[in-house]
């Protein structure tokens, strides 16, 4: 009994876990947010990329390059879990990346098996960007677990951009966006769409407004924060302070409306406050 006090004093007084996250910009607050809710003691690093910004448009060398280089950055603030919060990296170098640093490192990876269970017609999208969309590691999802589905694939870096301008407070062009979705009205009985950057969540109210309320469009985000906290688990088991835990973020290039609206978006997902810095890697 004594022992077990002991034990339980101990847990209660560890320190929590610091988990990273890396995206190329605001995509992976999607992700953030989900993990957040399940994990809400622990302390957050957020990192925006916007020096390799965008990574879908990155040839294989340099975005390995902007990985290592942020991964690294991060490393040394002693982390202990690393959120790859990117469907473009995780699909290109998450082996790569879990193999050179020795911490766990939770990847975010197109929601094809998700999408092909929840399709009734069996016609599914794929929105990613131009790499994510073509990688062998998403070939691989499509023929593991969306065999019997006629798949329509998107890749849009134009999408991109147009989450970044609506988080950053800039117009965005509707047309153009119904543009880049409309292979997804062309395919008939198309459903579902696997919502393969995590850019995109962000826009779902657009989507709406173009009258594609008729498809399911599904978020890998909670998947991943259900994986995140099994990972936190598996480290040490969370401790139930009652604290609020501190969110930091950083950016990687000094974009003179980011500092204030990072701060916000963070803001208006975790209702907390953020320190948010420069850093030039
Ligand atoms: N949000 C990222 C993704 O999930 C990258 C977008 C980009 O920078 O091209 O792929």
């Not at 990329?49 to 991060?74: H, I, M, S």
């Not at 490192?105 to 009734?120: E, M």
């Not at 677990?145 to 509707?174: M, N, Y």
């Not at 980011?258 to 406050?273: D, G, H, N, P």
Request: charged fraction near 20%; aromatic fraction near 8%; glycine fraction near 4%.
């Amino acid at each position: 009994m004594h022992l077990k006090w002991k034990t339980l004093l101990a847990m209660l007084n560890k320190p929590a876990l610091t988990i990273a996250f890396i995206d190329s910009g605001v995509g992976g607050l999607t992700i953030l947010d989900e993990v957040v809710k399940l994990l809400p003691y622990e302390n957050f690093i957020y990192l925006a990329d916007y020096c390799g910004f965008p990574y879908g448009q990155k040839n294989q060398k340099e975005l390995l390059t902007r990985l290592e280089t942020v991964a690294q950055f991060l490393m040394s603030h002693k982390i202990d879990i690393l959120v790859i919060a990117c469907n473009t990296a995780s699909t290109t170098f998450l082996a790569h990346l879990r193999q050179q640093f020795g911490i766990p490192i939770v990847g975010v990876i197109p929601p094809i098996k998700l999408a092909a269970k929840l399709s009734k017609t069996k016609v599914i999208g794929i929105l990613g960007t131009s790499t994510t969309v073509k990688t062998a590691y998403t070939q691989k999802l499509i023929d593991d677990f969306a065999q019997g589905c006629q798949v329509v694939s998107v890749g849009s870096p134009s999408l991109v951009e147009a989450a970044e301008r609506k988080l950053q407070g800039l117009s965005i062009d509707l047309s153009a966006i119904a543009a880049q979705l409309e292979p997804f009205r062309q395919a008939k009985n198309l459903d579902t769409v696997a919502l393969s950057c995590t850019h995109f969540p962000h826009l779902i109210e657009e989507f709406r407004q173009l009258g594609f309320n008729y498809i399911n469009f599904v978020s890998p985000a909670e998947g991943v924060a259900r994986q995140t906290a099994l990972v936190a688990k598996a480290h040490r088991a969370t401790h139930s302070q009652d604290k609020p835990s501190v969110m930091k973020a950083f950016c990687t290039k000094n974009i003179s409306f980011t500092k204030e609206r990072v701060a916000e978006i963070t803001l208006f997902y975790e209702k907390r406050s953020m320190i948010v810095e420069w850093v030039s890697l």
